[in-house]
């Protein structure tokens, strides 16, 4: 009979090791070369992507990256007398932007009092060039740069790009050579890979951590960005006050992310946001040459469903590729382009377009002036085809401001006599009053019918449909009474698709929905 102690202590033997094998070879990664950047020319000159060199652990990555990781500390100088800064209430905010010691950078300091910020960056090119986040070095009058050797540089904010959330330095290094770390492609990053955050929490200097990239694509509100530009990679590797900055690296020591901000509640841990590197590869040069950034602007109003199954089967899509366009800005490089509303848009410059960020991610990424190749899916009737036009981009900022329009919307409207109400597709409808036309600020010429309520978890619900906007057309019939109305529901067949042209606030918008069997 076996001897049931040795059997059991044998038992954890295997385990013990099994786990410690687990470990090493968890820990086991590819390793980048030590490389640096070309000199600087027309261009910031960066150094090459690293491809796998054989294995090694997070230590050797770490090793090879830390001298060209460095601190940025920044001084706010106090203002004019008498001139006090808004105190603000960062806690009011689920995102917080961070500039390193939360006691030093308190917005509450007394005035006359120097604001000091501390966070990190990282050498790209050996002349000099570093990047960091803006909020780091917003509105700095002194920006200094601490290496890993112990020297200190005085830095020049050489340009920024708040949409991004992005900043372009330079410090004098007397002929000096820095090392620097490569850039690494972000978009060919899949989550559940390991990377590396480099950084300088709480003034703890040189702070690695480890972790995961726990998803991609995330359109969060962080400062001063523009969602509609920048999305950002999510990662558990642990970052603080101080990270920003940093750099985020994948396992060949290639930057892929810039570390930017942190989620913090009671109920968060281990929820970072770190700037994909792709999006700064794209402006580093305007920066450097211009010191902002403009974007390309293409002058639609994109369906905010996106091509989902109704859109699809009613416009007899192959596929959900592509940008449904509802609305066109008049006289905006889509409207010279022959851009029409209803268009599908399906490639720029040849590239298949995926979807509306898609869309606003290869516009954005071009200049003011640059023309681009578009092909459109155009169905008219029963009639598609496929129609080539060129767009010469406008700028993007200069266009969003121009198409704001704001609404002039009454807290208390007044009492309306009975109205004309129908029901239809999840919706109750009434006629348009005089005074509701003036509360939602519609033209004189704009007419139809007001939806006041929308069932719950109907389709027209899970659409965006809701109360306050106004139905014009169904099926590319228009609707200007409660008799129209009625008279194309009627018309309809369970299953069937049908069209909605909606006023949507100052948006003319188009919903697909699907009658209910």
Same mark, same amino acid.
Request: charged fraction near 25%; charge should be negative.
């Given at each position: 009979?076996?001897?049931?102690?040795?059997?059991?202590?044998?038992?954890?033997?295997?385990?013990?090791?099994?786990?410690?094998?687990?470990?090493?070879?968890?820990?086991?990664?590819?390793?980048?070369?030590?490389?640096?950047?070309?000199?600087?020319?027309?261009?910031?000159?960066?150094?090459?992507?690293?491809?796998?060199?054989?294995?090694?652990?997070?230590?050797?990555?770490?090793?090879?990256?830390?001298?060209?990781?460095?601190?940025?500390?920044?001084?706010?100088?106090?203002?004019?007398?008498?001139?006090?800064?808004?105190?603000?209430?960062?806690?009011?905010?689920?995102?917080?932007?961070?500039?390193?010691?939360?006691?030093?950078?308190?917005?509450?300091?007394?005035?006359?009092?120097?604001?000091?910020?501390?966070?990190?960056?990282?050498?790209?090119?050996?002349?000099?060039?570093?990047?960091?986040?803006?909020?780091?070095?917003?509105?700095?009058?002194?920006?200094?740069?601490?290496?890993?050797?112990?020297?200190?540089?005085?830095?020049?904010?050489?340009?920024?790009?708040?949409?991004?959330?992005?900043?372009?330095?330079?410090?004098?290094?007397?002929?000096?050579?820095?090392?620097?770390?490569?850039?690494?492609?972000?978009?060919?990053?899949?989550?559940?890979?390991?990377?590396?955050?480099?950084?300088?929490?709480?003034?703890?200097?040189?702070?690695?951590?480890?972790?995961?990239?726990?998803?991609?694509?995330?359109?969060?509100?962080?400062?001063?960005?523009?969602?509609?530009?920048?999305?950002?990679?999510?990662?558990?590797?642990?970052?603080?006050?101080?990270?920003?900055?940093?750099?985020?690296?994948?396992?060949?020591?290639?930057?892929?992310?810039?570390?930017?901000?942190?989620?913090?509640?009671?109920?968060?841990?281990?929820?970072?946001?770190?700037?994909?590197?792709?999006?700064?590869?794209?402006?580093?040069?305007?920066?450097?040459?211009?010191?902002?950034?403009?974007?390309?602007?293409?002058?639609?109003?994109?369906?905010?469903?996106?091509?989902?199954?109704?859109?699809?089967?009613?416009?007899?899509?192959?596929?959900?590729? /592509? =940008?449904?366009?509802?609305? +066109?800005?008049?006289?905006?490089? $889509? %409207?010279?382009? *022959?851009?029409?509303?209803?268009? &599908? #848009?399906?490639?720029?410059?040849?590239?298949?377009?995926?979807?509306?960020?898609?869309?606003?991610?290869?516009?954005?990424?071009?200049?003011?002036?640059?023309?681009?190749?578009?092909?459109?899916?155009?169905?008219?009737?029963?009639?598609?085809?496929?129609?080539?036009?060129?767009?010469?981009?406008?700028?993007?900022?200069?266009?969003?401001?121009?198409?704001?329009?704001?609404?002039?919307?009454?807290?208390?409207?007044?009492?309306?006599?009975?109205?004309?109400?129908?029901?239809?597709?999840?919706?109750?409808?009434?006629?348009?009053?005089?005074?509701?036309?003036?509360?939602?600020?519609?033209?004189?010429?704009?007419? /139809? =019918?007001?939806?006041?309520? +929308?069932?719950?978890?109907?389709? $027209? %619900?899970?659409? *965006?449909?809701?109360?306050?906007? &106004? #139905?014009?057309?169904?099926?590319?019939?228009?609707?200007?009474?409660?008799?129209?109305?009625?008279?194309?529901?009627?018309?309809?067949?369970?299953?069937?698709?049908?069209?909605?042209?909606?006023?949507?606030?100052?948006?003319?918008?188009?919903?697909?929905?699907?009658?209910?069997?």
């Amino acid at each position: 009979m076996k001897n049931p102690k040795f059997g059991f202590a044998s038992l954890l033997a295997v385990i013990g090791i099994s786990i410690v094998f687990g470990m090493l070879l968890g820990g086991r990664l590819n390793a980048p070369q030590v490389t640096f950047a070309a000199p600087t020319g027309g261009a910031v000159r960066l150094a090459p992507a690293v491809t796998g060199a054989g294995t090694t652990s997070f230590a050797d990555i770490v090793e090879r990256a830390m001298p060209a990781v460095v601190s940025v500390r920044s001084t706010n100088l106090p203002g004019e007398e008498g001139e006090e800064e808004e105190p603000g209430s960062p806690e009011e905010w689920f995102f917080r932007r961070f500039f390193g010691n939360p006691e030093q950078d308190d917005p509450r300091q007394p005035p006359g009092h120097p604001r000091i910020g501390e966070g990190s960056g990282f050498i790209i090119s050996e002349d000099g060039y570093l990047l960091t986040n803006n909020h780091v070095v917003e509105d700095a009058d002194d920006v200094r740069v601490g290496t890993q050797d112990g020297r200190e540089f005085e830095a020049t904010v050489i340009g920024t790009d708040p949409s991004i959330d992005l900043a372009l330095l330079k410090v004098d290094t007397k002929g000096a050579t820095l090392p620097t770390l490569p850039l690494g492609d972000s978009d060919s990053l899949r989550v559940g890979e390991w990377v590396i955050a480099i950084g300088n929490p709480l003034e703890f200097e040189q702070t690695v951590t480890v972790g995961v990239v726990s998803a991609k694509e995330r359109r969060v509100q962080i400062g001063q960005t523009d969602a509609g530009v920048v999305s950002f990679l999510q990662t558990d590797a642990a970052i603080n006050f101080g990270n920003s900055g940093g750099p985020l690296l994948d396992g060949n020591g290639n930057v892929i992310g810039i570390n930017t901000a942190i989620r913090r509640s009671n109920f968060a841990e281990g929820i970072g946001f770190a700037l994909p590197i792709n999006h700064a590869r794209m402006v580093i040069d305007q920066l450097r040459e211009r010191g902002y950034v403009k974007r390309g602007y293409i002058g639609i109003t994109m369906n905010s469903t996106g091509i989902d199954e109704e859109a699809r089967e009613y416009l007899g899509l192959p596929d959900g590729l /592509g =940008v449904i366009v509802d609305e +066109v800005t008049e006289d905006g490089p $889509a %409207a010279r382009a *022959g851009v029409e509303p209803e268009d &599908v #848009i399906r490639k720029v410059d040849g590239q298949v377009v995926k979807n509306n960020i898609d869309l606003i991610a290869k516009i954005a990424s071009k200049q003011p002036g640059d023309e681009v190749s578009i092909e459109l899916y155009r169905k008219r009737e029963n009639r598609s085809q496929t129609v080539n036009v060129t767009a010469r981009l406008g700028d993007r900022e200069e266009g969003l401001r121009a198409s704001t329009r704001p609404l002039r919307r009454s807290p208390t409207p007044e009492a309306e006599p009975e109205l004309a109400e129908a029901t239809g597709l999840g919706m109750t409808i009434v006629e348009l009053a005089p005074s509701q036309r003036d509360r939602l600020d519609l033209d004189g010429d704009e007419r /139809g =019918v007001l939806i006041t309520d +929308v069932e719950f978890n109907s389709q $027209a %619900a899970d659409k *965006g449909l809701g109360r306050d906007m &106004v #139905i014009t057309g169904i099926d590319n019939k228009t609707v200007r009474t409660v008799e129209d109305w009625e008279q194309a529901i009627d018309r309809l067949e369970p299953g069937q698709v049908v069209k909605l042209d909606v006023l949507a606030g100052p948006r003319a918008i188009t919903v697909y929905l699907r009658v209910p069997r």
